[in-house]
């Protein structure tokens, strides 16, 4: 496994739309390791494969109940909002108001290639939506509402 460099915001391969993964091969398995343990070093909860310059329609997300893999993920159904702070490792440092849904159904493939459906909400349905923007070219600041300030003025508060 290896740390890969997170490209930041400006970065023309983030405004891109990612292709569908057809077969997890060991390259795919060696870029979810990857991916995970660059999460993991950079204390995020979600990453996709164009933040690490890939761009192909995956994304890992973990908000403290261990890791999941999303291989070519839709959302299949959403409901319900929240307006809530959002980060993007893309943009460290950085927070800004986005609405999201707090119910999702997510579909997509397991690295087994196995197609799964997976509710999420809170957290997890922010994680997801943001990861699968991500895939289609769109970063959280296109939804900002408000205006972007520094992560730290949350901690003070």
Known sequence: MALRMIRQLGDKILTKTC???TEVTPKIRTLIDDMLETMYAADGVGLA???VGILKRLAVVDI???PVVLIN????EARGETFEDEGCLSLPGKVGKVRRPSYVKVEAWNEAMERFEMEAEDLLA???CH???HLDGHMYVEK???GLHDA????EE
């Open 64 to 66: 403290g109940d261990g």
């Open 144 to 146: 900002v509402e408000g």
């Open 152 to 155: 730290s003025e949350e901690d």
């Open 126 to 128: 922010r994680a997801f």
């Open 73 to 76: 993920p839709r959302v299949m």
């Open 19 to 21: 292709r569908e993964v």
């Open 49 to 51: 494969a164009p933040q």
């Open 131 to 133: 990861e699968i923007d």
